[in-house]
């Protein structure tokens, strides 16, 4: 089901930085628990950073450090900076939103998600 709308991937190179967007088109409606996934290939999807029905953020362990997931005031978009690239970020990015109520670790687990977009790749290079 494709309902979120990602942007802002494309071809990099190492060092660098980038942000992805994912844009949420029932804001409006109600609340979300939001979340960046991405996979990576030949591998399977796994979490990046989320941010609960209330707020709250979780970073996967693997993310700490170089991943920054923050909303605007409206919620109307969600984003995700990568700094220092790194080869290894190359991979499928995944927006992801749920209207339900999740906080910490549990807003990690990609089967809690209802509403996904097709994805946005990063693709890292030297």
């Known amino acids: 089901q494709v309902q979120m709308v990602e942007s802002g991937g494309g071809p990099v190179e190492t060092g660098g930085s980038l942000t992805l967007s994912c844009a949420n088109p029932s804001y409006t409606i109600a609340r979300f628990t939001m979340a960046w996934f991405r996979q990576k290939p030949g591998k399977e999807r796994e979490a990046v950073a989320s941010v609960d029905f209330d707020g709250g953020i979780t970073y996967e362990e693997s993310a700490k450090g170089r991943f920054t997931i923050s909303q605007d005031n409206a919620k109307a978009n969600l984003y995700l900076r990568i700094d220092d690239l790194k080869f290894e970020d190359t991979a499928m990015y995944y927006c992801?939103?749920?209207?339900?109520?999740?906080?910490?670790?549990?807003?990690?687990?990609?089967?809690?998600?209802?509403?996904w977009g097709r994805g946005t790749q990063v693709t890292v290079s030297s």
């Open positions: 992801a939103a749920d209207p339900s109520y999740m906080r910490g670790q549990s807003t990690l687990l990609e089967g809690a998600y209802k509403y």
